[in-house]
């Protein structure tokens, strides 16, 4: 049995980088996590997800990149962009948090360091926060 989706492969897009030295006031950052999903039209079956991560606080990070995966076509038809939120942002977030990471040490300062995500409850509609992570909680 093969998976609904196919990981075809990942680019970045843009990113921005900032480091405010005068701000002082806030010690952790705050992250935004945003998703698109776009069909291809000259070949339906060919998906991109393009996931937008904000950072900001005393470094501030913007972060555009984009995954793009194949369907099978076999399942998951009646809600392909819900389940490809999910399995493409759990494919693509681990990547986005390594970009970050190195970005924000060459400044010489504390890296930023992306908390893990539950991508698959991200499109839950039982959850109040639909469409966005739910950050899992690091000890």
């Known amino acids: ?3 609904a989706f196919e990981f075809v492969r990942y680019s970045i897009v843009n990113i921005n980088y900032y480091a405010d030295e005068n701000n002082k006031s806030e010690k952790e950052s705050k992250i935004e996590t ?3 999903i776009a069909r291809n039209n000259e070949s339906p079956s ?3 997800l393009a996931l ?5 606080g005393p470094k501030t ?3 555009l990149m984009h995954g793009y995966f194949k369907w099978n076509g076999k399942y998951v038809a009646d809600d392909t962009e819900r389940c490809l939120g999910s399995f493409g942002t759990s494919i693509l977030y681990p990547y986005a948090r390594v970009a970050i990471s190195e970005i924000s040490i060459l400044d010489g300062g504390k890296p930023i360091i992306l908390p893990t995500i539950n991508a698959f409850n991200m499109f839950d509609e039982d959850d109040e926060k639909s469409g966005n992570p739910e950050i899992m909680q690091q000890n």
């Open 1 to 3: 049995m093969s998976a």
């Open 34 to 36: 945003q998703i698109e």
């Open 61 to 63: 990070i913007n972060l």
């Open 46 to 48: 060919i998906f991109r």
């Open 52 to 56: 937008t991560i904000i950072v900001t």
